[in-house]
């Protein structure tokens, strides 16, 4: 499985960007796949992840402002990001995996397959 991640860029603090994540390989339907993002400094935190194809889970600090969806037709996840803020600059990876369990989603060391993550930059 390969990802690619793609849309990253530099927005001003209350802008938006949207990120794809362009999957190819043996993917399915059915895979988990999600996005995490890593500031300089900081540790990989989980953003939020589309949970074996059915329900989508987010972390708490993007809650009403970031959305994932997923076309499983082209395999590619997308993260529309709304209301941004400068504490939202980091790296921004997707990821994937095919046996993930509910419990272990925000981990990022639970996850099989990554792209190589887009630089998004926000702006005060």
């Known amino acids: 499985v390969q990802l690619q991640a793609s849309g990253g860029g530099l927005v001003q603090a209350g802008g938006s960007l949207r990120l794809s994540c362009a999957a190819s390989?043996?993917?399915?339907?059915?895979?988990?796949m999600g996005w995490f993002r890593q500031a300089p400094g900081k540790e990989r935190e989980f953003v939020g992840t589309?949970?074996?194809?059915?329900?989508?889970y987010y972390a708490d600090s993007v809650k009403g402002r970031f959305t994932i969806s997923r076309d499983n037709a082209k395999n590619v996840l997308y993260l529309q990001m709304n209301n941004l803020k400068p504490e939202d600059t980091a790296l921004y990876y997707c990821?994937?995996?095919?046996?993930?369990?509910?419990?272990?989603?925000?981990?990022?060391?639970?996850?099989?397959?990554w792209g190589q993550g887009t630089l998004v930059t926000v702006s005060s």
């Open positions: 990821a994937a995996d095919s046996r993930l369990i509910l419990s272990s989603i925000q981990y990022h060391d639970r996850y099989d397959y």
């Open positions: 390989g043996r993917t399915s339907g059915s895979f988990t």
């Open positions: 589309s949970f074996r194809g059915t329900r989508i």
